[in-house]
């Protein structure tokens, strides 16, 4: 039992950094990016290919991860700003349609500079290595990893929003976009700031699932899924709702896996559907305010 937990726990914290992202634009804007999976896969491969160009060392690693943050937060702003602000709206069809696009533009633009092959970034030895937690239970370094970065994310990401001035311009924003911008806020660059650190965690992600495991350009939709199904169960637009939701479904899919090895992912599915329909809101939804 303190095993299954530990892996349900672990394999949370990795869907915890793939739905914060998501998480924060429909918190923010109430915008499903349905490439959100793509563009995990895309910042995997750009770190794959800085790699191929600066080597593949523990500092290398490092150095392409950090330069590859802050272009992805420009990525993320310049997209929101001249692109995906003029989808917003009351109907959801053109940002639906528009990020399917670019989801087939993204996958197809992969196929074609790195081929089908599944591509994976050299951790040195660090992705097999485990730490010792108790004399019973031992755990991966890199699962560690990604679990602690997730918690801190969740927890900066909550405090952006509770705490500082650029938060509740966000929240402002959400709530009633005319009345903030009345009150001087200007929506369309505070959508871009909320993308421009949504595609941070992005970046973040894809590098650590490159690390985790191989990634191939046919991946992001199975990453969306995941992603959608860990913010449906926690809450839309909530930040611990979202972290709770990833380790529901950890537990949910690692139940599955001891029973069955081809039930897994199954029993996650199960469980999301059960939230929508006896709960369509999410467990712990976002509260206004």
């Given amino acids: 039992m303190l095993d299954l937990l530990a892996q349900a726990v672990l394999l949370g914290g990795l869907y915890t950094l793939f739905a914060l992202g998501q998480s924060l634009m429909f918190g923010v804007m109430r915008l499903t990016n349905t490439a959100h999976g793509d563009f995990i896969v895309l910042a995997a491969f750009a770190a794959v290919a800085g790699l191929m160009v600066v080597g593949s060392s523990g500092l290398a690693l490092a150095a392409v991860a950090l330069l590859l943050l802050p272009l992805a937060f420009g990525f993320g702003w310049a997209l929101q700003r001249y692109v995906l602000n003029g989808t917003l709206g009351r109907d959801p069809l053109p940002s639906l349609v528009v990020t399917f696009g670019l989801a087939v533009v993204i996958q197809n633009l992969l196929l074609e500079l790195f081929s089908a092959d599944p591509r994976s970034i050299e951790t040195g030895g660090f992705a097999t290595r485990s730490l010792a937690l108790g004399a019973d239970l031992r755990v991966g370094a890199l699962p560690l990893l990604v679990l602690l970065l997730a ?139």
């Fill in 151 to 289: 918690v801190a994310a969740t927890a900066a990401l909550q405090w952006l929003f509770s705490s500082t001035a650029l938060g509740r311009s966000f929240r402002a924003v959400s709530d009633d976009r005319e009345i903030a911008e009345l009150m001087g806020l200007h929506a369309d660059r505070v959508y871009a700031l909320a993308t421009g650190i949504a595609f941070v965690l992005v970046a973040l992600a894809g590098v650590l699932q490159a690390m985790r495991t191989t990634v191939s350009p046919s991946d992001g939709p199975l990453l969306l899924l995941f992603a959608f199904e860990a913010v449906i169960i926690g809450g839309m637009g909530s930040f611990w709702g979202t972290l709770a939701g990833g380790m529901l479904l950890g537990l949910a899919q690692q139940v599955g896996f001891r029973l069955d090895p081809g039930w897994g992912i199954w029993f996650g599915h199960l469980v999301f559907l059960a939230v929508l329909v006896l709960r369509p809101q999410g467990l712990w939804p976002k509260t206004r305010g």
